[in-house]
Structures are given as C-alpha cells and as structure tokens.
C-alpha cells in the first residue's frame, strides 16, 4: 500500500536559518505533491503544489523540491520567523481510476522557530 | 470570498448516535472532500464529491457517508457513533479537485462520550 511519511514530527530552528523539512513516499508515483500549513486549531492552508516534471518551485521565502528518483520532497523556509511556527503537511494524489483521485497526507512536521 | 464554513463547530454526541457535518464551500467551488484528523492518524480522506457524484472513497467503515447537493454544499453524516469517532472533521473545497489546492474550513470537533 502507499505510504508517505514526514521523517521529523517535530523540528526546532533559530530565526533566521533554513528550516528543511522531508517527505518520502514508497510505492506510487504521484503526478504531483502539494505542501499545507496547519495552525492549532485552524484546517491547513495551502501553501505550493509542484508536479512530477518540475524539479523545484519557489514563492518568497519558500522552496520545494521533488525527486522522483529518490521519491522524496524536500521544503524549505528560509530566514525562518517566529511566524512560521506551525505543522507542515506534504500531500500526495493517489488516482484510483479515471476522474478520481484522493489526497493522502503526511502526519506532518510540527516546526518551532526560537527567536 | 467567503471560505469555507462548517457547522457546527463543535459537537458532543454519545456512543450509539448519529450525527450530521455540514460543509458550504467557496463560491463556485464543485469538488469538496472530508477528512478526519486525530493525533495518532492524521488527516485521513473520507470521500470526495463533485457535481453530487461521489467520486472517491477512502478506507472507512459504511457507518461514514456523506452527499453533495446541487448548490454544492456537503454533509456528512456518521451512523452508530463509537468513541473512536472523537476528531476534527475537516471538509475541503477546490475548483475541480485535481491538481488544485484545496481550502480547507476551521473543522467540526465531535467529541464522543
């Protein structure tokens, strides 16, 4: 069965440095991936989704990459704040058959930035 | 826009009942998706709709069922409550669900006793 993991639950960084958070997945080959912000108590909010054909996207302080060879995606938040404490969720598609897919997540990274 | 809004927001129920979720996604959004979330599990997909059809299911038992109506809006519904139910119900809207990102409501907290 498809699995996809966030190898950190929790991460701590000081401000100011790049924050590096990992998802892997085993046994799929998503289209593509998508990366969610969750604050306590709040439902997550979206943050980047890159397809299978794209090696790297940026927005602002935000990278993500993704490796099909490796089936991995790294983020990352560079000059990280105190404002980017939250859990992170990767999220990958699963199709299951023309017209129908679901979004299967990551039980995500909860990041702490110390200022 | 308005975002997604779920009613209600919290809810307390006993073992046995039934219960209904509402979900009103963003204006002109036809795709809305369920999940569960609790700390051991993490969000979990429960079905998909779009167009009123549901499209996809996720791993859960048929006491999980769920509709779309012709505006778009969503209710869930879960049958013979069990204490394992307790989580956040969190509903999810897109445009056409594949490759584009999903707005998620605040979440329905059930609590079951």
């Known amino acids: 069965s498809q699995k996809i993991e966030q190898n950190s639950e929790a991460l701590n960084i000081q401000e100011g440095k790049t924050a590096t958070l990992t998802c892997n997945y085993t046994n799929y080959s998503p289209a593509y991936l998508q990366w969610y912000r969750q604050d306590p108590g709040r439902g997550p909010v979206f943050l980047l989704l890159?397809?299978?054909?794209?090696k790297e996207k940026r927005k602002e302080r935000l990278k993500v990459t993704f490796d099909t060879t490796l089936k991995q995606s790294l983020f990352h938040i560079t000059a990280s704040q105190p404002a980017d404490s939250a859990t992170y969720l990767c999220?990958?598609?699963?199709?299951?058959?023309?017209?129908?897919?679901?979004?299967?997540f990551g039980k995500g990274t909860k990041l702490s930035v110390i200022p | 826009k308005a975002g997604v809004t779920q009613t209600p927001r919290y809810l307390i129920k006993t073992r046995g009942q039934q219960v209904t979720l509402s979900c009103s996604p963003i204006s002109g959004h036809r795709s809305v998706s369920w999940y569960q979330q609790t700390p051991g599990q993490g969000l979990q997909f429960l079905f998909e709709?779009?167009?009123?059809?549901?499209?996809n299911k996720g791993n859960f038992p048929g006491r999980f069922s769920g509709r779309q109506f012709s505006n778009s809006r969503s209710e869930m519904n879960v049958s013979t409550l069990e204490l394992g139910d307790s989580a956040l119900y969190l509903c999810?809207?897109?445009?056409?669900?594949?490759?584009?990102?999903?707005?998620f409501g605040p979440g329905t907290r059930l609590t079951v006793l």
């Open positions: 709709y779009f167009s009123e059809t549901q499209r």
């Open positions: 999220a990958l598609e699963i199709r299951s058959g023309a017209g129908s897919y679901q979004l299967t």
């Open positions: 999810a809207s897109s445009l056409y669900g594949d490759y584009n990102e999903q707005f």
């Open positions: 890159i397809r299978e054909n794209e």
